[in-house]
């Protein structure tokens, strides 16, 4: 995965700044928090009227994508 520099925010300063990492956010679309070098979450922007900016398919895929890749742990958590 190609992460732009742009958008990458050190776990420890999300954590002193997170009105930093929101702005970046809202100007950028997305943000990456990044732990070890790692990116761990992935931050994206809702519109006023909470619809995501990514199309409905986007999300299914990246849905689909993540129940593959983490359905044993979700489902450990739906216990």
Do not use: C
Not at 43 to 71: F, K, R, V, W
């Amino acid at each position: 995965m190609m992460i732009d520099s742009n958008k990458m925010v050190s776990i420890t300063e999300a954590n002193q700044n997170f009105s930093r990492v929101v702005r970046l956010v809202a100007e950028n679309g997305e943000a990456y928090i990044m732990k070890n070098n790692k990116p761990i979450i992935q931050m994206i922007y809702l519109t006023e009227e909470g619809n995501p900016l990514l199309s409905e398919e986007a999300i299914m895929e990246l849905s689909d994508q993540l129940m593959h890749q983490y359905g044993k742990a979700y489902e450990a958590l739906a216990k």
